[in-house]
Every structure is written in structure tokens, then in C-alpha cells.
């Protein structure tokens, strides 16, 4: 079974550019969720998608967007990028059952580099 | 609001070793679930344990021990006779059960763990 896949694997932009990153979850998984990860300030959530739906969303400025399509794939979208935006951006899935404790599934991420 | 908290940055020990790794947490939500991740140098995190708060019984899992305990909001992690193998950042992440905080992890910092042949 294939993990969770995400491209590009590396990424160089300049400021004031706009990037998408993707991501395709493990078959059958239907929840999408993205992590910011940088040294000072860790792994940070930014949004989690069921069914197309955002359900929750972390504390981050609008430039970044998320969205999920029917086959659960899922784009985030960073528009007019900072030099903070500098990370690796990870997203998970899970089978989203009831089960509270469902685990996370991760990829390896995509590391953006904003020059 | 929810919190974890893993005051270890960084820890450095020689092959054999045995290591504990803390993880402290803040939650007001009576049902949550406490996670362990390992993070090696490809960048993906990969799941060691997951407990649920009603739960406290201590698990072994080869070389890794996890202790829970809810007096103290505490979820260490040991590894014995540690290997270089061992080297990564360990996570720990905690999952709420209301306020939509059931939709995503709250990790703590991380502690990179260095192993020494």
C-alpha cells in the first residue's frame, strides 16, 4: 500500500511569488490535514479536509489556502510568499473513523525555500 | 487551549545506553488521546504510540517504553540499549476530543535524539 505521497519534494521561490504544494493520501483515507514545520516555532497545523470540506483551520494569515478535490488528493496554496513561509510543509491522512485516536499517516513533506 | 511541552532539545548518548525522553501536557478536554512520532532525517514522521486518557497502563514495545501518568500530565518515552539506529527527532502530540482540536495534533518542540557508536 502506498504511503502518503507529496510533491515537488523541494521547492525555490522568491518573495512575492505564489506556490502549490500536493499531496495524495493512502487509498481509502479521506482526511487530509497540513503541517507547517520550521526550527523556531515547530510543527504548527494549518487545516484539515474531509469530504471537500475544511474542518478546521490553524492560526495562520489568509495567503495560505487549502483545498481538497473528490478523490481526496488535496493542494495548499501559499500566495505573495515571505521569507518566514521558508518550510517543510507535511501533510497527513487518516481513515477518519469515530475513533478519536486515529492516527496520522505522514509524508515526507516538501521543503520551500523563499529567497 | 492545548499545550505540550518537551523541555529536552537535545539529547546525546552513547550506544547502550538507556534514554528517557519527557513530554508534558496541558488540556481541558477529559478525553484526549497522547501520541509519540519519530522524525528521522528524510523529513517524515513516522508513529510510535498513541494513548487514550483513560487509559494509564504503561506499554512495552520492544526497546521502547512508554509511562503515562495523569497525575502529573506527563507521557515519557524510554528507549533501552539504545542503537545509533535510534538517532531522530522524537515528537510528542496530543489530540483533544472537542472544540474541533479532534481534527488536528498539537505537537510539542521535539527532542533530537543523537545515538553514539
Known amino acids: 500500500k502506498a504511503g502518503v505521497t507529496q510533491t515537488p519534494r523541494y521547492l525555490i521561490k522568491t518573495r512575492g511569488q505564489q506556490v502549490t504544494l500536493s499531496c495524495s493520501p493512502i487509498s481509502g483515507h479521506r482526511s487530509v490535514s497540513w503541517y507547517q514545520q520550521t526550527p523556531g516555532q515547530g510543527l504548527q497545523f494549518l487545516f484539515e479536509?474531509?469530504?471537500?470540506?475544511?474542518?478546521n483551520k490553524g492560526n495562520f494569515p489568509g495567503r495560505f489556502s487549502g483545498r481538497q478535490f473528490s478523490n481526496s488528493r488535496s493542494e495548499m496554496n501559499v500566495s505573495t510568499l515571505e521569507l518566514g513561509d521558508s518550510a517543510l510543509y507535511l501533510c497527513?491522512?487518516?481513515?477518519?473513523?469515530?475513533?478519536?485516536?486515529?492516527?496520522?499517516?505522514f509524508g515526507s513533506g516538501t521543503q520551500l525555500s523563499v529567497l | 487551549a492545548q499545550k505540550v511541552t518537551q523541555a529536552q532539545t537535545e539529547i546525546s548518548v552513547v550506544e547502550k545506553e538507556d534514554v528517557t525522553l519527557d513530554c508534558v501536557y496541558e488540556?481541558?478536554?477529559?478525553?484526549?488521546?497522547l501520541f509519540w512520532y519519530k522524525q528521522p532525517p528524510s523529513g517524515e514522521l513516522v508513529f510510535l504510540i498513541r494513548r487514550n486518557s483513560f487509559d494509564e497502563q504503561n506499554e512495552i514495545s520492544g526497546r521502547y517504553s512508554w509511562n503515562f501518568q495523569k497525575s502529573t500530565s506527563s507521557f515519557n518515552f524510554t528507549i533501552t540499549a539504545s542503537q545509533v539506529v535510534d538517532s531522530a527527532v522524537y515528537f510528542c502530540?496530543?489530540?483533544?476530543?472537542?472544540?474541533?482540536?479532534?481534527?488536528?495534533?498539537?505537537f510539542g518542540k521535539g527532542t533530537l535524539l543523537t545515538v553514539n557508536p
Open positions: 479536509y474531509f469530504s471537500e470540506t475544511q474542518r
Open positions: 497527513a491522512s487518516s481513515r477518519d473513523s469515530p475513533d478519536l485516536g486515529e492516527k496520522l499517516f
Open positions: 488540556t481541558r478536554d477529559t478525553t484526549y488521546y
Open positions: 502530540a496530543l489530540k483533544g476530543g472537542s472544540g474541533g482540536s479532534n481534527y488536528k495534533l498539537t
